[in-house]
């Protein structure tokens, strides 16, 4: 073969080359082009879904907690053996109304209750103490020099299963507990949210208790701070069982009720119901 034949050759070879590189470039491009698309795309989509998160420059604490009564509350759980749970009412009688009525104590009972459906053999305790957390530390250090409380510790001591706690903040826009009039049932409706939906539960609920006032049944409504954590609790009274079951199913007749209804359930990992009485 001729020189001249052999270079035209190299030249073709060198021409082939050179194209199939253009168009492996040209249709990498394209595929990548169409899928930058196709992200932009599903990013759209998805965007019409998730829910969108105001930038927060404040706690929850501060945003929801009632700010002009700086009150904090405890509730405790007691889980009594159920051979003991008379002896037990009995005890907490003779002691712990006489811290509520004492003035050298910051602090008020608010209610005790022993579980009437749901956890059996239990009993609850709502405290308040009155200047938050400093009030509560003054009431701690002054109970460890309380010989009737230390006595009454030691003996509750042989009467519990178990026992738990958590500190509370009261959303502002529920009522402050009071004393009310008897006989009456409580509903302590306990709800663990889902991780950073607690600032959207007050926002509906802040309209939704407006729905709830007509009875008088709402009694408080509080947010945990310390102990299990993203947790709800509501407090209800009525008069008996069907006045509660009246009262609720009026609560549907309200246009909006569904709708609260609805967003407490998707923002609610778990629930809990405790009927209680005095």
């Known amino acids: 073969m001729c020189v001249y034949c052999i270079m035209c050759v190299y030249c073709i070879m060198c021409v082939l ?17 169409a899928s930058n698309n196709r992200n932009r795309e599903d990013s759209w989509f998805k965007s019409l879904f998730v829910r969108k998160v105001d930038p927060r420059k404040d706690a929850h604490s501060h945003l929801l907690a009632k700010k002009e009564d700086n009150n904090l ?18 005890l907490c009688a003779e002691v712990l109304p006489s811290i509520h009525r004492d003035s050298g104590y910051p602090c008020e009972l608010v ?15 709502l405290w308040r103490y009155r200047g938050g957390y400093p009030a509560l530390t003054e009431v701690m250090n002054k109970l460890k020099s309380n010989k009737d409380f230390l006595e009454y510790r030691k003996e509750r001591g042989k009467m519990l299963l178990s026992r738990r706690n958590q500190l509370l903040l009261e959303f502002s826009f529920w009522n402050e507990p ?8 409580y509903e ?15 926002n509906y ?31 209800w009274a009525y008069k008996d069982l069907q006045s509660r079951e009246d009262t609720r199913n009026a609560a549907w007749q309200h246009e909006g009720w569904d709708e609260v209804v609805y967003y407490t359930v998707r923002v609610t990992s778990s629930s809990a119901l405790l009927m209680c009485h005095l």
């Open 73 to 90: 509350y405890k509730i405790q759980f007691h889980n009594v053996k159920p051979e003991c749970l008379e002896a037990y009412n009995t």
């Open 17 to 33: 080359y050179h194209v199939c590189v253009l168009y492996q470039s040209w249709f990498c491009f394209r595929g990548l082009s």
């Open 178 to 185: 009071v004393p009310r009039d008897g006989p009456n049932i």
């Open 111 to 125: 209610g005790t209750w022993n579980t009437w459906y749901g956890e059996q053999d239990q009993a609850v305790h």
């Open 188 to 202: 302590l409706r306990s709800y663990q949210l889902r991780p950073g939906t607690m600032i959207e539960w007050g």
């Open 205 to 235: 609920w802040a309209r939704a208790i407006s729905y709830r006032q007509h009875n008088r049944e709402a009694v408080g409504g509080f947010f945990s701070q310390i102990g299990d954590l993203y947790m709800v609790h509501h407090l």
